[in-house]
């Protein structure tokens, strides 16, 4: 087990230090619609640079597992690089360091079909998505925060019902756009 770990970090890091595009199987259903399971991603190697912008989907390592996800914010914190992530299945997003980062998703395979995501149209699409992630979440910490400061104990519950169903409808609105 730890010489699968081993072999799997160097081979992480081969990823990261080439320039060649690789292509590796996804699994999970946190991207869909855009991305089924059994997809192939075509990914681009890159640093923490300034090449990944806010609608990229980008391939990224947490706890020893490989994410594809879309980025709906930059940030610093304590002088590093950090990216919000979110899966366009997912409820929650998420942050990770530009360490991290493996390489930006350039293609897109299943069944056959390709989607290429570096072209115009698929970039001004994921840069919307990103967008509208990205301003959803901070109006929702927005409004939480509001509700701590307005309403007492006993009135959370019920309010809190009502702003789960308002952002699961939001939620799911940007996929009406990216069915296939």
Known sequence: MLNQKILKRECIQLWRSGTKQR???????????????????????????????????????????LIAHRIIGIFYQNGSLWFREKGDNTFLPGCFPAESLIGRVVKIEYNGKVRGLTGPLSCIAGRVIGVYWGVL??????????????????????????????????????TRFTKR
Not at 44 to 56: E, L, M, Y
Not at 148 to 160: E, H, I, N, T, W
């Open 23 to 65: 292509t590796i199987a996804s699994a999970g259903l946190s991207m869909r619609p855009l991305i089924f399971e059994g997809s192939t991603l075509t990914f681009k190697p890159c640093t923490s640079d300034r090449s990944i912008a806010v609608g990229d989907i980008v391939l990224f390592e947490r706890k020893n597992i």
């Open 137 to 174: 979440f901070a109006l929702l910490r927005y409004v939480s925060s509001i509700k701590r400061k307005m309403f007492v104990a006993s009135d959370m519950p019920r309010l809190r019902s009502y702003v789960f169903h308002i952002a699961r409808f939001l939620n799911r609105l940007p």
